[in-house]
């Protein structure tokens, strides 16, 4: 059981807009920054998004980022049939003393 | 450019001992906490230890307290995952990142397994 919660799966068409949530708590996302990454099969993650809505250098503006109380939301447009991976929201939670992840969802885009 | 590279996996016995070492480049070593994450086969990322800028805190997870050790050496530009009491259940890539808590840099990663 992930402290941050995110929907296991999702789907979409290639050029359609999909949305990736992820929910946690006031001792984490509250108060924390949250990155998302992406990670292709066997690769390591790679950041898409950190400090809750910023790029890092090379990363395509069609991945966005976005945060409202304890929630935090990825947004990607304009799906690619390459954007198919795994995605994860991360950060700290302060009452734990812990970084925490969520548990993951998996994109297919058909 | 940040470089991660991390080494020492590979089969070990149940109940066995392992170090794993990650070396950093590309960046000042000694200005970042420092992370170790694993993923079992399978399986979402797992957060496992962390590491202040002069080691003088260490933060773990459930999985890892009592049993795993982190630590730096900043004069190396590296970190190293003690792990003693290994189970089946610790067989994972496992990851070292750049951060507290969420990395901003990874490594390509190091597989453990655990098995007789």
């Known amino acids: 059981q992930s402290v941050l919660t995110q929907p296991p799966s999702l789907s979409a068409a290639p050029g359609q807009k999909v949305t990736i949530s992820c929910s946690g708590s006031n001792s984490n996302i509250g108060r924390k920054y949250v990155s998302w990454y992406q990670q292709l099969p066997g690769t390591a993650p790679k950041l898409l998004i950190y400090d809750d809505n910023k790029r890092p250098s090379g990363i395509p503006d069609r991945f966005s980022g976005s945060k409202s109380g304890t929630s935090a939301t990825l947004g990607i447009t304009g799906l690619q049939t390459g954007d198919e991976a795994d995605y994860y929201c991360g950060t700290w939670d302060n009452s734990l003393s812990a970084g925490v992840f969520g548990g993951g969802t998996k994109l297919t885009v058909l | 450019e940040v470089q991660l590279v991390e080494s020492g996996g590979g089969l070990v016995q149940p109940g066995g001992s392992l170090r794993l070492s990650c070396a950093a480049s590309g960046f000042t070593f000694s200005t970042y906490w420092m992370n170790w994450v694993r993923q079992a086969p399978g399986k979402g990322l797992e957060w496992v230890a962390s590491?202040?800028?002069?080691?003088?805190?260490?933060y773990y997870g459930e999985s890892a307290k009592g049993r795993f050790t982190i630590s730096r050496d900043n004069a190396q530009n590296s970190i190293y995952l003690q792990m003693n009491s290994l189970r089946a259940e610790d067989t994972a890539v496992f990851y070292c990142?750049?951060?507290?808590?969420?990395?901003?840099?990874w490594g390509q990663g190091t597989l453990v397994t655990v098995s007789s």
């Open positions: 990142g750049r951060g507290s808590g969420a990395p901003d840099s």
């Open positions: 590491i202040n800028l002069d080691g003088g805190g260490k």
